[in-house]
Nanobody, 118 residues
Framework: VQLQASGGGLVQAGGSLRLSCAASGRTFSPYFMGWFRRAPGKEREIVGT????????YYTDSVKGRFTISKDNVKNTVHLQMDSLKPEDTAVYYCAARRSVSGQYDLWGQGTQVTVSS
């Protein structure tokens, strides 16, 4: 199974972008899917997560009310809808899967660049 992220780009502050993360392979049932980001000069941080079965979500405080994670279990796809983007949202965004109950995200997609201009 591989994860393929897409949808990054350049957008003005206040704009929106939608990232997608598609899992290849026929069998894909992680415990959680997560979106992470790494801004220039900063450590990677979690953006939010979604439980694969049930759909409960978590967001880091800085994106609450602006970002929304959704999923399509049939298409094995997770989306990150980003609205009201700010320059500080500029980062490389990664999707990841947590396939065990141990808490580790063990399957990562390649990053997709999001750049928000002021």
């Amino acid at each position: 199974v591989q994860l393929q992220a897409s949808g990054g780009g350049l957008v003005q502050a206040g704009g929106s972008l939608r990232l997608s993360c598609a899992a290849s392979g026929r069998t894909f049932s992680p415990y959680f899917m997560g979106w992470f980001r790494r801004a220039p000069g900063k450590e990677r941080e979690i953006v939010g997560t979604i439980r694969w079965l049930g759909g409960s979500t978590y967001y880091t405080d800085s994106v609450k009310g602006r970002f929304t994670i959704s999923k399509d279990n049939v298409k094995n796809t997770v989306h990150l809808q980003m609205d009201s983007l700010k320059p500080e949202d500029t980062a490389v965004y990664y999707c990841a899967a947590r396939r065990s109950v141990s808490g580790q995200y063990d399957l990562w997609g390649q990053g997709t660049q999001v750049t928000v201009s002021s």
